[in-house]
């Protein structure tokens, strides 16, 4: 029923009814998952695995190449750094068929896709019922840890096709060379049904001159441990008593630098809460929209960008208080990452329902924005949930957090 994790999704899943048709028309991307059953998942419905056997494996003369790579890369452009990446490995997501839309149910049987394997099973065992149904999770990602030097010597490798080949033979998957970041991305919608999205500047990495949706990586570095400095959805949680500000690495700071973190020194909530919060923080510094004026974040699924070689991020849908208007100015007043894009351009609701491979605009749109709006599509984050969830919650927050 969902994708697997493994290889090209595209050429190993077959077509199904619930696939955005577009999908299957554009090469660049494709949808590893989507949560249209529930209009989308909201943080207490998500939680993450965390183990070092999700990591990348390693092959000698692999991590020669990339350390050459890396080298090379440093030279021309020094202002590069390495730094740390959440790694998606794998992910077990709940039956749409046995789970009610309304009430997500914890007894519900799962559909687990790894990157182990082609297709995807029932397990054997099921988890019990509760008298807390409805804070289950339904949706669990396994990750590992990785980071931007092994995503720019494997995923942007002219040799991808070889490494995928060679792990399919050592390992019997062939992303398991492969680093795999998890990137995160925002469809914003202003309150008066505009979307957002910005022209990428020339002068960044990936897709220079194209429109994309805000968006970046969440990073297993953060501190939240200062009450200035917790995430946006972390902040709800513990206006209501639900959790209390927590660090994603414990010995971050203190024992360890970031190249050394290691997947042991991660707690789960707090990879969760950063998985959301971080989507709110790249919509803060890219389009300069204060976090008070931001939604819970709802995740429709993640989608695959075939240009970095299937490389997986995690779609969210996010409400702003703020009229279009009200956002354009905040925009050219400039936010801290006001460098990585040129201009802001809006389409209404109806607009993004209805783009498709055929509209003009399509082809100015970067993968990893083909893939929201794939998502959007599908999932319709802001139909009936909408009507059940509060209007968005105002909260005073420091905006250096």
Known sequence: FYRSVTASVSEESEDTNDTPQSEMMDSEVSVLLHCAAWSGLLESQVQVELSESFNRKTDPALERQIEEVWTERVSKEPWLFNGSKFRLHSFCLASSSSVSPKHPCAEDQKVECTSDQNSCHIPVDQAENTDHQEAAPLLTLRLGLTCYKDYLGTNWSCQVSELRQLGEVKFSDPLALLAQ?????????TDDGQVVLIRRSQKVAEAGGLLDIPG???EPKVRRNKVNEVSLTCLMCYLHRCCLPQVVCERLGLEVCEEQIRVDMMQQRPVVSELFSSVCAEIRDEVNIPLSSLGQPVLMGVALNHTSAGRPSAEFYVSCSLTSDEVRKLYWKGGAEANESTDIVFLSRAELLQLDRSSRLWSELCPSAKGAVLLYQAVKPDGQRCQ?????????VSEDG
């Open 388 to 396: 059940n969830r509060p209007r968005d919650t105002q909260l005073i």
């Open 181 to 189: 970041p998890l990137g995160v991305g925002g469809i914003v919608c």
């Open 216 to 218: 970046g990586h969440p």
